[in-house]
């Protein structure tokens, strides 16, 4: 039987000994089994994911881990797609498909780019 998986998104922080501590609770039953996926946020940890390690991820993972990197301004649209597994086309058909931003847009940047005219 297959399963459904549900993503739940939340942020948090590795301490000194290596443990994930969550800024949230998780909204599942206590003792439930869980799936864990780490994204580091800098674009250099990204682009040193080795062929194994992504070859591990499920296709639907790796598109998760794409949509949070890029949404987040953490990686390039460019790299983005590569962690996909897709061209640049395909990556912001995926993005349309999902109702998600297609070009991040960082506001302050803007502004400072609107600024010097």
């Given at each position: 039987?297959?399963?459904?998986?549900?993503?739940i998104?939340?942020?948090?922080?590795?301490?000194?000994h290596?443990?994930?501590l969550?800024?949230?609770?998780?909204?599942?039953?206590?003792?439930s089994r869980?799936?864990?996926?780490?994204?580091?946020?800098a674009?250099?940890?990204?682009?040193?994911?080795?062929?194994?390690?992504?070859?591990?991820?499920?296709?639907?993972m790796?598109l998760?881990?794409?949509f949070?990197?890029?949404?987040?301004?953490?990686?390039?649209?460019?790299?983005?797609?590569?962690?996909?597994?897709?061209?640049?086309?395909?990556?912001?058909?995926?993005?349309?498909?999902?109702?998600?931003?297609?070009?991040?847009v960082?506001?302050?940047?803007?502004?400072?780019?609107?600024?010097?005219?």
């Amino acid at each position: 039987m297959k399963q459904i998986a549900k993503a739940i998104e939340t942020t948090g922080i590795v301490d000194a000994h290596r443990r994930l501590l969550l800024d949230e609770s998780l909204p599942v039953a206590d003792k439930s089994r869980v799936r864990v996926i780490v994204l580091v946020t800098a674009e250099h940890e990204y682009t040193t994911l080795s062929h194994d390690s992504l070859e591990s991820l499920t296709p639907a993972m790796r598109l998760a881990a794409a949509f949070s990197g890029y949404q987040r301004n953490e990686i390039s649209q460019e790299k983005a797609a590569e962690l996909a597994g897709l061209n640049r086309r395909d990556f912001l058909l995926a993005l349309a498909h999902e109702n998600r931003e297609v070009f991040a847009v960082d506001f302050n940047d803007l502004k400072k780019e609107l600024a010097r005219g």
